[in-house]
Structure formats: structure tokens, C-alpha cells
């Protein structure tokens, strides 16, 4: 009896021997995933903007177009016009009256210097027309009276062709503003001191616009433009143009068509 006990007991712990308590399962290990980093767009930063030099075409210039006669010289202006195309034996159509000035005249013959005697005090205007490249000169009174004056002299004539020019075409303004601002830029004064001393339209012959430098070769060809001349005190500056370039011409290059 007591062997079958500890047979039985030996069964009993040879048991607890082979049977383990079952393990709990492995948890599942959680990987953290870091958070993508916040995108932060950059800055917008404004595109630099190179300032460039207008060229002639590129600059709008204001209406240079002269102003409308007032409705009381409409009438006179007229008149005067037919007397100076009957004169020249001209249309009427080919003479621009360019400018009006009120005046006052102190002589009969509306200051016209006719070498006629001093007369009452008159209140009047001083017309200048043009009419084939020349300018003509009148004087009247208030009213329907007019005479055409002597010739002007030539100073006061290329003076009142600058002007002319200048008001009627303003390809030839906006080409005298250019060569100033330029020329005040690369001596570095002001503005006012750069002077126009002469305009004039020129019909050059070749593409270096009379104007040749050496080793260069230049087309033969019909073109328009102008010559200016600007002083700053006693030096002269001179270009040359066309509608579109402007160039500095030394003395000593230039070659002007013949008249």
C-alpha cells in the first residue's frame, strides 16, 4: 500500500514537471510614427524690375498742336492768309498762321517800320505765318485792318523756326528732351543748364546718319531726321537722329547733305 502511494506521488510531480502555465501572449508593440514636419510655405518675394531707357516711340508726349485761334481771329487770321497766298501765288491751304501776340503800335502804320509819321497809340496783334520754310510777318488793329511787314531778319527767323518745329512735331520735341536728359546725365548737371541752340530737319544720305566712323560701312539710303545742337555755357553738344536713334556727333565727323 505504501508503494502505490508514492507511485501515485511520483505520477504527481512527473506531471507538475511536463505541464508549464501557458504564457500570455506577446502585446503587440506600437511603433509611433513621428508627425511629418508642418510645411511652411517661404515667402513670396517681388520679382526686381529692370528699369530700362525709353526710347523715343516708348515716351508719350503731350498734344503739341497749336491752340485754336479765338472766334474773333478766326475771320482776320483768314484774311490775312488769302493776302499772303495772293502774294506768293500759293494756295491758301499751304500757309499756317504759327502765332498771335497782342500788341499795341505807336505808328500809322501798325509798327511796321513803313517810315511812316507817329500816329495814335493802337491796339493790335502781331500774326506770324509760315509758308514754304519762310516765315511772314503782319500786324493789325482790333478790327479788319492788317499789313504785311519787311522781312524777318534772320536771327528772329531761325528762332521762330526752333519753336515752329518744336510745337508742330513732337517726334522733334520728345528727340530734344532725350538729348538733353542725356546729356545733363553724363556731365551731371541739371537740366536747366543744358540749352537748345538749334533744330533742324535733315534728309541724310547713308545709315550712319552723317555721322561715319572709321572701319565702318554704311547703306546708302534716303533718311529723315534732325540735327540738334545744345550748348552748356560755351561748349556745343551736336546730334544727329532719325525718328529713332540718337547720336552724339563730334565736329570733326560730321557730314551734313548738301543744301
Do not use: K
Given at each position: 500500500?505504501?508503494?502505490?502511494?508514492?507511485?501515485?506521488?511520483?505520477?504527481?510531480?512527473?506531471?507538475?514537471?511536463?505541464?508549464?502555465?501557458?504564457?500570455?501572449?506577446?502585446?503587440?508593440?506600437?511603433?509611433?510614427?513621428?508627425?511629418?514636419?508642418?510645411?511652411?510655405?517661404?515667402?513670396?518675394?517681388?520679382?526686381?524690375?529692370?528699369?530700362?531707357?525709353?526710347?523715343?516711340?516708348?515716351?508719350?508726349?503731350?498734344?503739341?498742336?497749336?491752340?485754336?485761334?479765338?472766334?474773333?481771329?478766326q475771320a482776320l487770321a483768314q484774311q490775312i492768309s488769302a493776302d499772303l497766298a495772293?502774294?506768293?501765288r500759293i494756295p491758301a491751304s499751304g500757309i499756317q498762321v504759327v502765332r498771335v501776340?497782342?500788341?499795341?503800335?505807336?505808328?500809322?502804320?501798325?509798327?511796321?517800320?513803313?517810315?511812316?509819321?507817329?500816329?495814335?497809340?493802337?491796339?493790335?496783334?502781331?500774326?506770324?505765318?509760315?509758308?514754304?520754310?519762310?516765315?511772314?510777318?503782319?500786324?493789325?488793329?482790333?478790327?479788319?485792318?492788317?499789313?504785311?511787314?519787311?522781312?524777318?531778319?534772320?536771327?528772329?527767323?531761325?528762332?521762330?523756326?526752333?519753336?515752329?518745329?518744336?510745337?508742330?512735331?513732337?517726334?522733334?520735341?520728345?528727340?530734344?528732351?532725350?538729348?538733353?536728359?542725356?546729356?545733363?546725365?553724363?556731365?551731371?548737371?541739371?537740366?536747366?543748364?543744358?540749352?537748345?541752340?538749334?533744330?533742324?530737319?535733315?534728309?541724310?544720305?547713308?545709315?550712319?546718319?552723317?555721322?561715319?566712323?572709321?572701319?565702318?560701312?554704311?547703306?546708302?539710303?534716303?533718311?529723315?531726321?534732325?540735327?540738334?545742337?545744345?550748348?552748356?555755357?560755351?561748349?556745343?553738344?551736336?546730334?544727329?537722329?532719325?525718328?529713332?536713334?540718337?547720336?552724339?556727333?563730334?565736329?570733326?565727323?560730321?557730314?551734313?547733305?548738301?543744301?
Amino acid at each position: 500500500m505504501q508503494f502505490v502511494r508514492c507511485i501515485v506521488l511520483l505520477c504527481i510531480l512527473i506531471s507538475a514537471g511536463c505541464f508549464t502555465a501557458d504564457a500570455p501572449p506577446n502585446a503587440p508593440t506600437q511603433v509611433l510614427i513621428p508627425a511629418p514636419p508642418t510645411f511652411t510655405p517661404a515667402p513670396l518675394l517681388p520679382t526686381p524690375t529692370v528699369p530700362t531707357q525709353p526710347a523715343p516711340a516708348d515716351v508719350v508726349t503731350p498734344d503739341m498742336a497749336f491752340t485754336p485761334l479765338p472766334e474773333n481771329l478766326q475771320a482776320l487770321a483768314q484774311q490775312i492768309s488769302a493776302d499772303l497766298a495772293t502774294a506768293l501765288r500759293i494756295p491758301a491751304s499751304g500757309i499756317q498762321v504759327v502765332r498771335v501776340e497782342p500788341a499795341f503800335w505807336m505808328t500809322a502804320d501798325l509798327g511796321c517800320a513803313l517810315e511812316s509819321a507817329a500816329g495814335q497809340r493802337t491796339q493790335g496783334y502781331r500774326f506770324i505765318l509760315l509758308a514754304a520754310d519762310q516765315f511772314y510777318e503782319y500786324h493789325s488793329d482790333s478790327g479788319t485792318q492788317f499789313l504785311r511787314c519787311a522781312e524777318i531778319d534772320p536771327t528772329a527767323a531761325a528762332t521762330l523756326a526752333i519753336g515752329t518745329l518744336l510745337q508742330i512735331d513732337p517726334i522733334a520735341a520728345e528727340l530734344v528732351a532725350l538729348a538733353q536728359r542725356r546729356l545733363a546725365q553724363e556731365l551731371d548737371l541739371p537740366l536747366r543748364r543744358i540749352q537748345l541752340v538749334d533744330l533742324r530737319l535733315v534728309r541724310w544720305t547713308d545709315s550712319s546718319l552723317g555721322c561715319p566712323q572709321p572701319e565702318q560701312t554704311y547703306t546708302p539710303m534716303q533718311i529723315d531726321g534732325y540735327r540738334i545742337v545744345l550748348s552748356v555755357g560755351e561748349r556745343q553738344y551736336v546730334f544727329h537722329t532719325d525718328f529713332d536713334r540718337l547720336i552724339p556727333c563730334d565736329a570733326q565727323d560730321e557730314q551734313l547733305p548738301a543744301p
